[in-house]
């Protein structure tokens, strides 16, 4: 992959919104005091992998952590927002087959975006910054967006989000398909568009909204989940 193109696009997966959160329909009131730890097996032409997903709530805010392996490939990414889902900061570290290796960070003040990221093979260092006049939906985030949704039959849900490609907003799109089942689990079956294309997702209908299975077609990637952490679970996961 071409150098500048895999640092344009790392910049843009860790950019973020406005100072103002998203719009009033998503919802943090979910989230328990306690730490949660999702652990998902993945499996896709190229063989399995892990994804995890971690949070926790401090107060008026939240902080959350995402890694995701394969082979040959690592990406880690941490975030901070608040309880309207205003994203404050964000950083990401990805390592490609143990030789590339990229870190970002991006912090969000003043209504401006800072970002900063390293190329360590090659000692150098990009910094930008921008002004953002909307609110948009910051990489960190997206894991938590399904869940923060009142997912109702037939309702559709768009944001803004920023494609890591072009650098431009694009809509990030949530449709509720309807009731289904995953895992023996009840859930509210939704497609989820975004700049990485449609992923098809089941997400837990009783609280607190875990996201229990994921196709995505155009990669033929399916992600399950395997085990929940250091909560009390409302539905069991078997």
Not at 29 to 54: D, F, H, I, N
Not at 106 to 130: V, W
Request: proline share 7%.
């Amino acid at each position: 992959m071409n150098f500048r193109l895999m640092l344009f696009a790392l910049i843009a997966c860790c950019a973020s919104s406005a100072a103002a959160g998203l719009p009033d329909e998503p919802s943090m009131s979910w989230m328990s005091a306690k730490p949660e730890v999702l652990t998902y097996r993945t499996t896709e032409p190229r063989g399995e992998g892990r994804y995890q997903l971690s949070f926790f709530k401090m107060d008026s805010l939240v902080e959350i952590h995402i890694i995701v392996t394969s082979q040959g490939f690592m990406k880690s990414v941490s975030g901070l927002m608040t309880l309207t889902m205003r994203p404050l900061q964000s950083s990401s570290l990805i390592v490609i087959n143990n030789q590339i290796i990229m870190k970002t960070r991006c912090s969000y003040a003043g209504g401006k975006m800072r970002i900063a990221t390293e190329m360590i093979p090659y000692g150098t260092t990009a910094a930008d910054s921008c002004d953002i006049t909307s609110p948009i939906v910051d990489f960190s985030q997206v894991p938590m967006v399904p869940r923060a949704l009142p997912l109702e039959k037939g309702r559709v849900f768009t944001f803004a989000s920023l494609n890591p490609t072009t650098n431009a907003l694009v809509p990030l799109t949530v449709t509720c398909i309807g009731p289904d089942s995953a895992l023996g689990i009840k859930c509210t079956k939704i497609s989820m568009k975004t700049f990485e294309g449609i992923s098809v997702c089941w997400v837990e209908t009783a609280s607190p909204h875990r996201v229990i299975r994921i196709e995505q077609p155009e990669s033929h990637r399916l992600t399950e989940l395997m085990g929940v952490e250091a909560t009390t679970p409302t539905s069991e996961v078997r």
